[in-house]
């Protein structure tokens, strides 16, 4: 991205103004705890499991013009 | 001091609108009956856009009239041929981040302007196989980043209620639509609370489903571990209706749950004495009086009707909450947002170079907002502040969800939605820290991926005041039931706005 003078002078105050409520969670940086990265982790358990099946899409239902050699078309991009 | 059943006087109402404040149950029963047709219910639902619309500005982009009458009779068709529709005829406003083949789909950004995708969201698909019409797309903070839907690249959203004030974002164009009747039931998303303060500031009734109940095959993203596609409607029974059609296993999610709970729609009545219901604290105490008022009060009377009401629960780190919740909502955002690049999509800003290309397109087309949430995503994630940002938000969000799957395996959780009552256009937008205040209250359900219900609990001087019940994983059937059960001891249920 780009920013002008005058935006990026907006912009550093912004930022350390949002940066002080972010850096409230530095004080779990230490804590001897696990990232939690997806809510249906290991500890929860449950017998709602992503199903690691049918995983596959298929363009069959895509309109015609949409569609060109198996790939999607992108009309803007003249494809 | 909130004023009970306030909705229920509605100064210069037409009968046109009293119709119209019917949940949309009740008109698919009289479509089933044969007393009213889809298309005639597409017209006296397209008088009230007419009159509402320049004021409000709820929708991006409407359908034309001609086009929904022939939807209109497409279904009419399909009933003739005795198939079973359960949406038939309902008109569905779509929120502008969920992928339409046959609309622009913009996600209030003008970098997606003019982009047409080239399939339809899941959700979208289940919609129309059960003879819904989508009536149009809607406005939307940008890349559904705001809480007022003042963000949008297009023009800001007014609430129906009070016209001076917002209607909450970053759904606020589907709350509006349905506020003023220009919809039967919608569509909206909850990264942090994206349809709850809407349905707060709106009198409508909003769901954050469980994480991966519902969907997101589609969905135009912004924080992926946290958003969910949620539905929208004027009443709990008809929210029911449209949770259990959008729901369900996914194979174009990869994060979509493979079970579903049985008894989402109808949803029953509960059973008295096994509901149980903790005011936490952290999430009522900095609110406004009025709201703390009718959220007691509200509390009183279901107590009085039996249910257990504990109105002392304390979960102290949700004083963590907001710096967790948008560490992580800007790092993933950051991420999500790279795909702009002034290659993919039709908004492109030309240059000599790719370097060029890129950034011209992402100076142009992207919002102040989302700027400066690419830039302090980017920091959040990068070399050097990565521990002490984004890993160490991801640990604590660890301990909030743990915290909240222990309280809602024995009580379902109340609180407020927004600390304030709607506030007005302009009021919050010019300081981020006021803008991500208004989410205190709702990210907690998307850090932990609990469903959420938000619905109207009174009013104040005219503005509408809503409450969120939380509850464990995949408990949308009791949750709803207990819904059933606030709008009866409330009597706000199926508001339009005057």
């Known amino acids: 991205m780009s920013f002008s003078d005058k935006e990026l002078s907006r912009l550093c105050v912004e930022v ?7 850096s409230r969670v530095s004080k779990f940086k230490d804590a001897s705890i696990q990232p939690l990265y997806n809510v249906w982790d290991e500890t ?36 | 001091m909130a004023a009970w059943g306030q909705g229920k006087r509605r ?31 597409v017209s006296e639902v397209l008088e009230v856009v007419r009159d509402h ?15 929904l009458e022939a939807e209109a009779k497409e279904v009419e068709r399909r009933l003739r041929q005795g198939e079973r529709l359960r949406l038939a005829g309902l008109l569905v406003a779509v929120k502008d981040n969920i992928s339409t083949s046959f609309m622009p789909t913009t996600a209030g950004s003008r970098i997606l302007s003019d982009y047409v995708p080239p399939y339809n969201a899941t959700v979208v698909e289940r919609v129309i196989r059960e003879g819904g019409i989508v009536i149009g797309k809607t406005n939307m903070d940008e890349f559904a980043m705001g809480s007022t839907t003042e963000l949008s690249a297009y023009w800001p959203t007014r609430n129906p209620w009070d016209l001076t004030r917002v209607p909450g974002g970053s ?34 009734v909003g769901l954050k489903p469980t994480y991966g109940l519902v969907s997101r095959y589609g969905l135009i993203p912004y924080a992926n571990s946290l958003e969910q596609i949620s539905p929208m409607a ?57 709201i703390r008022d009718a959220i007691e009060r509200t509390l009183d009377r279901l107590s009085s009707q039996g249910v257990e009401v504990d109105y002392d629960a304390s979960i102290p780190s949700l004083s963590e909450a907001l710096p967790i919740y948008y560490t992580i909502a800007l790092a993933e955002a950051a991420s999500n947002l790279a795909r702009y690049d002034g290659k993919l999509y039709p908004f492109i800003v030309g240059g000599p170079t790719y370097t060029e290309t890129a950034s011209g397109t992402r100076a142009q087309g992207f919002g102040w907002e989302v ?12 070399e050097g502040y990565r521990d002490e940002y984004y890993l160490a938000a991801a640990r604590g969000r660890r301990i909030i969800r743990d915290e909240i799957l222990k ?87 199926g508001l339009v706005a005057p």
């Open chain 2, 371 to 382: 700027k400066r949430r690419i830039v302090l995503g980017v920091m959040a994630l990068s």
């Open chain 2, 53 to 67: 619309e320049p004021q409000v500005r709820a929708y991006i982009t409407l359908r034309s009239p001609e086009r």
């Open chain 2, 11 to 41: 100064k210069g109402e037409s009968a046109l609108a009293r119709g119209l404040a019917r949940q949309a149950v009740e008109t698919l029963r009289l479509i089933s009956e044969g007393s009213l047709t889809p298309t005639e219910h």
């Open chain 1, 16 to 22: 350390r103004s949002v940066r002080q409520l972010l």
């Open chain 2, 407 to 493: 309280l809602t395996s024995r009580c379902f959780i109340a609180g407020s939605v927004s600390p304030v009552l709607p506030p007005r256009l302009g009021e919050r937008i010019t300081d981020p820290l006021k803008l991500y205040a208004l989410d205190i209250y709702t990210v907690v359900a998307n850090l932990a991926g609990v469903p959420s219900l938000a619905l109207p609990v009174g009013f104040h001087e005219g503005l509408p005041i809503g409450m969120q019940v939380m509850g464990p994983p995949l408990s949308e059937p009791q949750l709803l039931s207990l819904g059933l059960l606030i709008e009866e001891v409330t009597g706000l249920r």
């Open chain 2, 234 to 290: 004027r009443s709990v029974e008809d929210l029911a209706l449209l949770l259990d059609v959008i729901s369900g296993h996914d194979a174009r999610d990869a994060t979509s749950l493979s079970v579903k709970p049985d008894g989402i729609y109808p949803p029953s009545e509960p059973d008295l004495r096994r509901l149980r219901v903790c005011l936490l604290r952290e999430m009522l105490e900095g609110s406004e009086e009025p």
């Open chain 2, 171 to 204: 759904s606020g164009g589907s709350a509006a639509a349905l506020a003023y009747g220009g919809a039967d039931l919608a569509l909206g998303s909850d990264t942090g609370g994206s349809v709850r303060l809407p349905a707060a500031y709106t009198a409508t």
């Open chain 1, 44 to 79: 929860l358990d449950p017998p709602h499991r992503v199903d690691e099946g049918d995983r596959g899409v298929s363009l069959s239902w895509l309109p015609g013009d949409r569609v060109s050699e198996g790939r999607v078309r992108v009309p803007w991009r003249g494809g």
